[in-house]
């Protein structure tokens, strides 16, 4: 039995026209009465071997362009990057903080240490001043103590003998005072331990105008020390004593005085009024 073929032509699919493109599509341009692909991105292709466009990508002066990208922020532009550093920051102070605290308390302790030993040396290394002139009090029974003036002044530079108001006393001499002169010196005269005189000299004094003769004339006696003082100006010199129940006071004033080379002029008070004066070289 003999097979029966299909003679029929068949016909054969005409090839793809446009390079495989669909015809007419605008979206391709036209070169050379044809369509073709421009050059594409990496995407894919459909089963019917068509291009697609990639997700994202537009169409733009013949070809496919990825839409503009919204730029990164640096990181020291975001939020996390300056509360890092906030905190880093605060930490830093706090342990400097703490640090000098420490080494402040530490240096304060140390400066107090040291102090309380100088003074317990020689708490007045400086020398007495005005103020510790005055606190001293003279009498032969209250007075204050030698020990006391000792142990606050340290030990004094000179100890002589006199004779104050026909008893004997011992003198003790500091030769420095704070705020004074070169040459300015403490002096308190003891009687059986205790004080009954005392002397200061050198003191700095700022006057309005130069004291002269014709004002020294002016002082009278039973002034008190009020008037003087308020008239001259404080003294450059103090110097009290106390025996029994009188006391004794002579001031002297050496700055600003109008004369010759060391002019100056004392004022005797007792009891709280003026009771003698002197002068020397005044004009």
């Not at 292709?45 to 002066?61: D, I, R």
């Not at 030990?155 to 006393?169: F, G, H, R």
């Amino acid at each position: 039995m003999r097979r029966k073929f299909n003679t029929e032509k068949r016909e054969q699919p005409l090839p793809p026209t446009n390079n495989g493109y669909p015809p007419n599509n605008q979206q391709y341009p036209n070169y050379n009465g044809n369509y073709q692909q421009p050059p594409q991105p990496n995407g894919n292709y459909n089963q019917q071997g068509y291009y697609q466009q990639p997700n994202g990508y537009q169409y733009s002066n013949g070809g496919y362009q990825q839409p503009p990208q919204k730029p990164k922020k640096p990181f020291y532009k975001k939020w996390w990057f300056w509360l890092l550093a906030v905190i880093l920051i605060l930490f830093i102070t706090a342990g400097i903080g703490s640090g000098s605290s420490s080494r402040q308390n530490k240096s304060s302790s140390n400066s107090k240490t040291e102090n309380v030993q100088k003074k317990e040396k020689n708490p007045k290394s400086n020398g007495p001043s005005l103020e510790d002139y005055k606190a001293i009090q003279l009498g032969e029974n209250d007075g204050t103590s030698e020990s006391e003036l000792e142990s606050k002044f340290g030990k004094p530079s000179t100890t002589s003998n006199q004779t104050i108001q026909n008893v004997k006393a011992e003198e003790k001499i500091w030769d420095k005072i704070q705020g004074g002169d070169f040459g300015g010196n403490f002096s308190v005269g003891f009687s059986n331990g205790k004080a009954i005189s005392k002397t200061i000299t050198g003191l700095k004094v700022q006057r309005n105008k130069k004291i002269s003769l014709r004002d020294f004339n002016t002082i009278q006696n039973g002034q008190s020390k009020e008037e003087i003082f308020n008239k001259f100006g404080k003294p450059n010199q103090y110097s009290e004593s106390k025996v029994g129940n009188q006391s004794s006071e002579m001031d002297s004033f050496t700055s600003n005085i109008k004369g010759e080379t060391g002019a100056n002029f004392n004022v005797t008070f007792t009891n709280g009024k003026v009771s003698g004066k002197s002068q020397t070289s005044m004009k």
